[in-house]
């Protein structure tokens, strides 16, 4: 078979962990045992913001081993800055942020690690469209896209209630022309490979199941920030469905011998080198 699963790093990023979107509803200044890996006791945010933190990374994931490139989500990079720059729309937006930036991290060195370039990438698959999931589309000039159509309207003409998506950011998306390719439902890319709408975080997110030597395993998206979310059985605080959130967290661990979370530094204490399957 011989698939395997790379996560790149494209940043890290942390918001205050009092505001409770690492596990719903949960004290993490209080209960101690539900704090995620990655947690900080103080932390300095812009906008004059100071506190507790939870540092997740900004991932990307490369498929290997299936005939084409394919790459999970795009991550965004926090280096940049601008009227468009994640940082500065969510500034405006009254997101208080804390990002690190390396040079090791760019979309080009990431992809270097595993023997590719941007231009080579076949397909990128879009769990969903929040802004440090869409932030490097446009990195990808040769690549066509697929993204559940029920994110667009979300993701173009966001209302100011929903978390995490930002107008400001469509252009990662209206840029990529025909390459973008809205689907319904389930969708299979591959024999080994399929792609399953569950909904629950946002309304069209979707979870990548891959057939590895290792079992079949599960990219979650934002489904699970952390593994905490998936060990506890605890809903993440961002959703916009809680049933399908929970409805899809009972999926997946039925369905896939490793689900894996997206933001979650513990990864690499359990996949060292950063490759599971």
């Given at each position: 078979?011989g698939?395997?699963i790379?996560?790149?790093v494209?940043?890290?990023?942390?918001?205050?962990?009092?505001?409770?979107?690492?596990?719903?509803?949960?004290?993490?200044?209080?209960?101690?045992?539900?704090?995620?890996f990655?947690?900080?006791?103080?932390?300095?945010?812009?906008?004059?913001?100071?506190?507790?933190?939870?540092?997740?990374p900004?991932?990307?994931?490369?498929i290997?081993?299936?005939?084409?490139?394919?790459v999970?989500?795009?991550g965004?990079?926090?280096?940049?800055?601008?009227?468009?720059?994640?940082?500065?729309?969510l500034?405006?937006?009254?997101f208080?942020?804390?990002?690190?930036?390396?040079?090791?991290?760019?979309?080009?060195?990431?992809?270097?690690?595993?023997g590719?370039?941007?231009?080579e990438?076949d397909?990128?698959?879009?769990?969903?469209?929040?802004?440090d999931?869409?932030?490097?589309?446009?990195?990808?000039?040769?690549?066509?896209f697929?993204?559940?159509?029920?994110?667009?309207?979300?993701?173009l003409?966001p209302?100011?209630?929903?978390?995490?998506?930002?107008?400001?950011?469509?252009y990662?998306?209206?840029?990529?022309?025909?390459?973008?390719?809205?689907?319904?439902?389930?969708?299979?890319?591959?024999?080994?490979?399929?792609?399953?709408?569950?909904?629950?975080h946002?309304?069209?997110?979707?979870?990548?199941?891959?057939?590895?030597?290792?079992?079949?395993?599960?990219?979650?998206?934002?489904?699970?920030?952390?593994?905490?979310?998936?060990?506890?059985?605890?809903p993440?605080?961002?959703?916009?469905?809680?049933?399908?959130?929970?409805?899809?967290?009972?999926?997946?661990t039925?369905?896939?011998?490793?689900?894996?979370?997206?933001?979650?530094?513990?990864?690499?204490?359990i996949?060292?080198?950063?490759?599971?399957?």
């Amino acid at each position: 078979m011989g698939r395997k699963i790379h996560m790149l790093v494209t940043g890290d990023h942390a918001g205050p962990a009092a505001s409770g979107y690492p596990l719903l509803g949960a004290d993490l200044l209080v209960d101690e045992d539900k704090r995620p890996f990655g947690w900080v006791d103080d932390m300095q945010f812009e906008r004059g913001v100071r506190g507790p933190g939870q540092r997740s990374p900004i991932t990307m994931w490369y498929i290997e081993g299936d005939g084409q490139k394919i790459v999970v989500d795009t991550g965004y990079d926090p280096s940049e800055t601008g009227s468009n720059s994640a940082r500065t729309v969510l500034a405006k937006h009254g997101f208080a942020l804390w990002t690190e930036h390396r040079p090791e991290w760019t979309v080009e060195n990431q992809l270097a690690k595993v023997g590719v370039t941007p231009a080579e990438i076949d397909l990128v698959i879009l769990t969903h469209c929040h802004f440090d999931h869409i932030g490097n589309n446009l990195k990808f000039p040769n690549a066509r896209f697929l993204v559940q159509r029920d994110e667009l309207p979300w993701a173009l003409h966001p209302p100011g209630y929903v978390q995490f998506y930002y107008g400001e950011y469509g252009y990662n998306l209206l840029e990529l022309g025909n390459r973008l390719e809205p689907i319904e439902g389930d969708y299979r890319v591959s024999d080994g490979i399929s792609l399953k709408k569950l909904g629950g975080h946002t309304p069209g997110s979707q979870a990548v199941l891959v057939d590895t030597d290792a079992g079949r395993v599960c990219l979650s998206g934002d489904l699970y920030f952390f593994y905490r979310n998936l060990e506890l059985n605890w809903p993440v605080g961002s959703f916009f469905d809680l049933r399908e959130l929970m409805r899809g967290y009972a999926w997946m661990t039925s369905n896939a011998d490793i689900v894996v979370p997206q933001h979650d530094w513990k990864y690499f204490e359990i996949y060292p080198d950063g490759i599971v399957g």
